[in-house]
């Protein structure tokens, strides 16, 4: 029913920024928390950052804190990841998951609502 589209990804020097966008559809935007997680090869998918319905609440994994920040745009059905100073271990496929709830869980396992992917790479 509900269908996430990102979009934003791309090559980038270490340092670097990129903004990711993921354009949602399908239900009622508003009703929904939003985030981003991460999988590099080999590695299971990881919180990177996560709002609530409103965008008043914000939340993100301690490895970008400070330099990874997500929003939302209620108006246009959109979250956003602005990624600023990237790592080479910040390099994933970052993914846009959707949840009907206030708050999103930081654990994949329990969310089945997910974007395509879109594929960062940072080089050092």
């Known amino acids: 029913q509900v269908q996430l589209v990102e979009s934003g990804g791309g090559l980038v020097q270490a340092g670097g920024s990129l903004r990711l966008s993921c354009v949602f559809s399908g239900s009622t935007f508003s009703s929904y928390a939003m985030g981003w997680f991460r999988q590099a090869p080999g590695k299971e998918r990881q919180f990177v950052a996560s709002v609530s319905r409103s965008g008043a609440t914000t939340d993100s994994a301690e490895a970008v804190r400070g330099r990874f920040t997500i929003s939302r745009d209620n108006a246009k059905n959109t979250v956003y990841l602005q990624m600023n100073s990237l790592k080479p271990e910040d390099t994933a496929v970052y993914y846009c998951?959707?949840?009907?709830?206030?708050?999103?869980?930081?654990?994949?396992?329990?969310?089945?609502?997910w974007g395509q992917g879109t594929l960062v790479t940072v080089s050092s």
């Open positions: 998951v959707a949840d009907r709830a206030q708050w999103l869980t930081q654990d994949y396992r329990y969310l089945d609502i």
